[in-house]
Nanobody
């Protein structure tokens, strides 16, 4: 059984920073993509940042230059460093990890950007 455990969300003022972490626990092999999604109230879930096992990364236009995705393959962990946060970044953030034909999702962590 694989479980994704997220941490690092919270309340931050505009312009502030947060770092999200997502660790894959359990028996998991050959991790492929490790991504971060978010879902704001009344909106569809959207891809924020993605990373491949080969090291390629991609970002939503709205977060380019402010967010950085990174991964520690030895720890089966993916991170999202979020800088210069804006109110529109407020959402529940989910990590997603793929392994072979399987896709795993984290439980979500709330990020609220407000003064």
């Amino acid at each position: 059984q694989v479980q994704l455990v997220e941490s690092g969300g919270g309340l931050v003022q505009p312009g502030g920073s947060l770092r999200l972490s997502c660790a894959a626990l359990g028996s998991i092999r050959s991790i492929g993509a490790m991504d971060w999604y978010r879902q704001a109230p009344g909106k569809q879930r959207e891809l924020v940042a993605g990373s491949t096992s080969g090291g390629t990364t991609n970002y939503a236009e709205s977060v380019k230059g402010r967010f950085t995705i990174s991964r520690d393959n030895a720890k089966n962990t993916v991170y999202l460093q979020m800088n210069n946060l804006k109110s529109e970044d407020t959402a529940v953030y989910y990590c997603r990890i793929t392994s072979f034909i399987f896709t795993y999702w984290g439980q979500g962590t709330q990020v609220t950007v407000s003064s």
